[in-house]
């Protein structure tokens, strides 16, 4: 396979050479006729056609091999699909390149220029294409292909610098502030990529730092949470500097921002602070199994502005931060992830409550789920009162799994003492009511 690939590159870099092998073979002159040479470019368009379409046929079976076999990960097996579905493409444009070299160490450049025109247009679109598919949001990626089209336009009709020109024109002058049309296309540009690569660089640290075992879950989450936050801060600045704004000149913005946040983003800012006290004092941490109001689930991720609670159906509760801080939280697995169970019940005074208490910690020492061979977390089960009509008991155990459901390992208690006690002749009493009906005398005696 090594070598199919090497005959392929030595093929490729022999391209130029065939092209003037081909240009001696017609015998074109170099003072020969515009159109003639017109011709020549179209032809050697169509040939670099032909051979990247046989040679993307030859290739695709191959890559399509290797890259199944390789254990890549989504987003790079994602870049590799939206690059094999453009190997024609690719290969084409090469083929163009270098027929534009051959051609300009042939004879006059200005001979080439059809071939350069279509290779820096196939070089435009693969760059844009390939870009444009890698961006999930839809919004953006249009916006991106977008603007990436008409950069390529008027750079190719030469008119790219009367263009910034007018933008540069249209500009809004406050004292020494200067701000232009130019300025903002050039700051939305820069800002878009410095952030985006900050956010590339913190998800690329929240993944190191998620292998690093000597940190607490809440350490590596405060510690992503603000190297993100700083990285964007770094980016903004710098794409501010970039585009060459002043940073005095944004005191008055900066003001105005400053007090739309007082008055209108206080809830914002109370979730965001909330959430990094929760990180700080380690109250929570994912994987922690909480209850909070009515809302039972365990922690899968938290945010800044909010905590992701998955719960037992299947749905996804988002609680802002700020309430996690106000509110009551039960936290059944703060210190460890082992949870104490409680069920009562009771039984007739026919029945001795020696056995009764032997039969109902048998009952459920039996169960999966039930910790029962560890010495500080047995099961028991005591005498906690005497009813009306039946011995009452409470039957205490240990599980060690809260994210499995607490409720089902209930039930399937219940069902193991109903077992038991039905095997041993255990009843448990339930009233019984006596309904007397008395006839009225007709003569209303």
């Not at 290797?66 to 690719?90: D, M, N, S």
């Not at 990626?141 to 390529?152: D, I, P, Q």
């Not at 263009?163 to 249209?170: I, T």
């Not at 309430?323 to 059944?332: A, C, E, F, G, R």
Request: hydrophobic share 50%; net charge neutral; glycine share 6%.
């Amino acid at each position: 396979m090594q070598e199919q690939f090497a005959l392929v590159g030595e093929w490729l870099t022999r391209w130029p050479e065939l092209i003037n092998s081909l240009l001696l073979w017609i015998g074109l002159p170099v003072s020969g006729n515009r159109a003639i040479w017109t011709v020549v470019q179209i032809a050697l368009v169509l040939l670099a056609l032909l051979v990247a379409v046989l040679v993307a046929r030859f290739t695709t079976p191959i890559l399509e091999a290797r890259i199944r076999r390789a254990e890549l990960r989504p987003g790079v097996l994602r870049l590799a699909a939206i690059i094999l579905r453009r190997q024609r493409g690719i290969y084409f444009t090469i083929l163009l390149w270098f027929s534009v070299l051959a051609m300009r160490a042939a004879t006059w450049s200005s001979r080439s220029y059809f071939l350069t025109l279509v290779a820096s247009l196939l070089t435009a679109w693969i760059v844009i294409s390939i870009s444009s598919r890698t961006i999930r949001n839809r919004s953006l990626a249009r916006v991106v292909e977008f603007g990436g089209w008409v950069l390529v336009t008027l750079s190719l009709l030469g008119i790219l610098p009367e263009a910034m020109a007018l933008l540069d024109s249209l500009a809004i002058e406050f004292n020494e502030f200067r701000l232009s049309l130019l300025t903002l296309v050039q700051g939305a540009v820069v800002l878009s990529a410095l952030i985006w690569g900050a956010i590339v660089i913190s998800t690329l640290v929240d993944r190191q730092l998620h292998k690093l075992e000597d940190f607490t879950p809440t350490m590596r989450v405060l510690i992503g949470k603000v190297a993100r936050f700083g990285l964007i801060v770094i980016a903004f600045m710098i794409g501010l500097h970039a585009v060459g704004i002043d940073f005095t000149a944004l005191t008055l913005i900066s003001g105005a921002v400053g007090v739309g946040l007082g008055f209108g983003l206080q809830k914002v800012v109370s979730n965001l602070v909330s959430g990094i006290i929760l990180l700080l004092d380690k109250s929570i941490k994912p994987g922690d199994v909480i209850t909070v109001g009515e809302t039972f689930g365990w922690i899968t991720a938290l945010n800044a502005r909010y905590v992701s609670v998955s719960m037992r159906d299947g749905r996804e509760i988002l609680i802002p931060n700020e309430d996690l801080i106000t509110q009551q939280v039960q936290n059944w697995s703060f210190d460890d992830p082992y949870v104490r169970m409680e069920i009562n019940f009771g039984t007739s005074y026919e029945n001795d409550p020696h056995q009764v208490r032997e039969l109902a910690k048998a009952a459920v020492s039996n169960l999966p789920r039930v910790i029962s061979k560890e010495k500080d977390f047995q099961v028991a089960c005591h005498i906690v009162g005497f009813g009306e009509s039946s011995v009452d008991y409470v039957l205490r155990f240990f599980i060690g799994d809260p994210t499995n459901g607490i409720t089902n390992v209930r039930g399937d208690a219940f069902l193991a003492l109903w077992d038991t006690f039905k095997e041993h002749d255990i009843s448990i009493p339930y009233p019984h009511r006596e309904v007397l009906l008395h006839h009225a005398d007709p003569k209303g005696k």
